[in-house]
Nanobody, 121 residues
Framework: QVQLVESGGGLVQAGGSLKLSCAASGRTFGYWAMGWFRQAPGKEREFVASIRWSGSVTYYADSVKGRSTISRDNAKNTVYLQMNSLKPEDTAVYFC??????????????WGQGTQVTVSS
């Protein structure tokens, strides 16, 4: 399966921006899309955004819509999540995943190790 490595997380003040990257290696065929999820302490993992490998179809959770942009670079097998106007409630471990074009974590087969995003007030 695909190996995924996230990067770009860190500490940022409210209103700031971060750009997360997810590099895929190994076998990439067989996966229709990439998704970003996040998990805050004591909370369940939730959907953030997804993008198809082929085409420009994207989907966003209501909580980040208008503030975040998911993009891809097929030549580099990399997807990105640009996050602007960050809020303290955005604080979480962010995971990228490969699987179907879906909002359900269970439909994704490969997951990265996660990168911590902390937004201070």
């Amino acid at each position: 399966q695909v190996q995924l490595v996230e990067s770009g997380g860190g500490l940022v003040q409210a209103g700031g921006s971060l750009k997360l990257s997810c590099a895929a290696s190994g076998r990439t065929f067989g996966y229709w899309a990439m998704g970003w999820f996040r998990q805050a302490p004591g909370k369940e993992r939730e959907f953030v955004a997804s993008i198809r490998w082929s085409g420009s179809v994207t989907y966003y959770a209501d909580s980040v819509k208008g503030r975040s942009t998911i993009s891809r670079d097929n030549a580099k097998n990399t997807v990105y999540l640009q996050m602007n106007s960050l809020k303290p409630e955005d604080t979480a471990v962010y995971f990228c995943a490969a699987g179907s074009y879906s909002t359900r974590p269970g439909t994704y087969n490969s997951w990265g190790q996660g990168t911590q995003v902390t937004v201070s007030s």
